[in-house]
């Protein structure tokens, strides 16, 4: 089955400490986003890749990395310098990047103790 | 500022009934409008999507309408389900790349018995 699957579902970080969390696509798209979920916002773009190799800065880009070495992959690391990092994260991925609808993941609700 | 504002925040109704979520954008340039369905801790699956040109779509029990003059857009369900029990999450995208979605916080849906 094609799809979009983050790992892991739950994750839990103590403070000062840097996570990354992995998505992988077999959709054979060559865009990738990251979105934070916030309980009472809608979705907020983190980064986005549109082609290997590349990405770009979403609008919430500080306190985070990214790295798109294979087409399939697209990992999100939370840094410590992420201030308030207790959130619910997708990943989605497009055709191309003149695609609008985007194919999410099953997110990654990841928790600061 | 690109903003999509839905209503209401929640919405409880008996399985059977019908319902009316409404989407308010201001999003320019305008490219299309989506509907997507998030259950809790998953993903969000698009539903329909509207473009200028649309009025009104329908796919199953739900129909979408678009009123591109006032910038607003009303999901309807019909019937209702236990299973529609989800939030439902109005997206607009400017410019027709999925780099420039602008989400809305989403309508909280619960269906009983």
């Known amino acids: 089955d094609g799809g979009i699957t983050q790992s892991p579902k739950y994750l839990f970080r103590k403070e000062g400490q840097n996570v990354t969390l992995s998505c992988e696509q077999n959709?054979?798209?060559?865009?990738m986003y990251w979105y934070r979920q916030d309980p009472g916002q809608g979705l907020r773009l983190i980064y986005y890749?549109?082609?290997?190799?590349?990405?770009q800065k979403g609008d919430i880009a500080e306190g985070y990395s990214v790295s798109r070495e294979k087409k399939e992959s697209f990992p999100l690391t939370v840094t410590s310098a992420q201030k308030n990092p207790t959130a619910f994260y997708l990943c989605?991925?497009?055709?191309?990047?003149?695609?609008?609808?985007?194919?999410f993941g099953q997110g990654t609700r990841l928790t600061v103790v | 500022k690109n903003q999509v504002e839905q209503s209401p925040q929640s919405l409880i109704i008996l399985e059977g009934k019908n319902c009316t979520l409404q989407?308010?954008?201001?999003?320019?340039?305008?490219?299309?409008l989506r509907w997507y369905k998030q259950d809790t801790g998953r993903g969000p699956v698009s539903l329909t999507i509207?473009?200028?040109?649309?009025n009104t779509k329908s796919n199953g029990r739900y129909t979408a309408t678009l009123d591109a003059d006032t910038k607003q857009s009303s999901l309807h369900i019909t019937a209702s389900q236990l299973s529609d029990s989800a939030s439902y999450i109005c997206?607009?995208?400017?410019?027709?790349?999925?780099?420039?979605?602008?989400f809305g916080t989403g309508t909280r849906l619960q269906v009983t018995l």
């Open positions: 989605a991925s497009t055709p191309g990047q003149w695609y609008t609808e985007a194919f």
């Open positions: 959709l054979n798209h060559d865009a």
């Open positions: 890749s549109q082609i290997v190799n590349d990405f």
């Open positions: 989407c308010n954008y201001t999003v320019s340039p305008f490219s299309n």
């Open positions: 509207m473009t200028f040109s649309e």
């Open positions: 997206v607009v995208s400017a410019g027709g790349t999925a780099s420039k979605l602008t």
